[in-house]
């Protein structure tokens, strides 16, 4: 539980079910509360989850089970996030990555 396989692409519900550690049925009805699921269709029309899917799934768990936090909770703060251009992983969005950038330069000029 918890643990997202290397060498894997997609997983289907049954198994990113396993994953996160909830019942399928949770998994359907987090894709309709948080636009941040989106998993994509497999030709037999099976939910299939990428591993950015499984990714955001564990932290919505998190923030659910963990923190204690309400849906509209948890939403708000997966947006705030979103627009801040931070990841639960803490990467940055490629805006701020350039903004860093010129900033370096214009200390070297």
């Known amino acids: 539980m918890g643990l997202i396989p290397d060498g894997k692409r997609y997983f289907r519900i049954g198994e990113a079910s396993r994953i996160v550690g909830v019942e399928p049925y949770v998994l ?3 894709e309709s509360e948080f636009q941040q ?3 994509c269709r497999a030709d037999s029309n099976q939910r299939t989850y990428q591993k950015k899917d499984l990714e955001a799934l564990l932290s919505i768990k998190k923030l659910l089970y963990d923190e204690k ?6 939403r708000q703060c997966l947006q705030r996030q979103a ?3 931070i990841s639960e ?10 903004e860093a950038l010129y900033e370096i330069l214009e200390l070297l000029n």
Not at 69 to 74: D, L, V
Not at 89 to 98: A, D, L, Q, R, T
Request: hydrophobic share 30%; aromatic share 12%.
């Open 28 to 30: 359907r009805y987090w």
């Open 69 to 74: 936090m309400t849906i509209e909770g948890a």
């Open 37 to 39: 699921l989106k998993p």
């Open 89 to 98: 992983h803490g990467s940055f969005n490629s805006g701020e990555i350039k």
């Open 83 to 85: 627009s801040a251009g």
